[in-house]
């Protein structure tokens, strides 16, 4: 299943649901990564998430030893 990473239009940061600090994401993920077989992680984001955020959140991933970065994206829901 991987390792969850959600980020908010309000800059805040999430692994698995847990709030974390920019500073301490690295470190964070690293020690999900260890705990798990499966070093894929898993980006959550919305439309309002600005795309220089996601660059940097992504580039710390791959630094705390990500294999694969799978991007979770919700279908636009059309309005009736």
Same mark, same amino acid.
């Given at each position: 299943?991987? $390792? $969850?990473? $959600?980020?908010?239009?309000?800059?805040?940061?999430?692994? +698995?649901?847990?709030?974390?600090?920019? *500073? +301490?994401?690295?470190?964070?993920?690293?020690?999900? =990564?260890?705990?798990?077989?499966?070093? $894929?992680? &898993? =980006? /959550?984001?919305? !439309? *309002?998430? =600005? =795309?220089?955020?996601?660059?940097?959140?992504?580039?710390?991933? !791959? /630094?705390?030893?990500?294999?694969? &970065?799978?991007?979770?994206?919700?279908?636009?829901?059309?309005? /009736?």
């Amino acid at each position: 299943r991987g $390792t $969850t990473v $959600t980020l908010t239009p309000k800059q805040e940061i999430y692994v +698995n649901q847990k709030k974390v600090s920019e *500073d +301490n994401l690295e470190k964070t993920l690293q020690d999900a =990564l260890s705990a798990s077989p499966d070093k $894929t992680v &898993i =980006l /959550r984001g919305d !439309k *309002d998430v =600005l =795309l220089g955020d996601t660059v940097k959140i992504m580039s710390i991933i !791959k /630094r705390a030893g990500a294999s694969e &970065i799978a991007i979770a994206a919700e279908a636009e829901r059309k309005a /009736r």
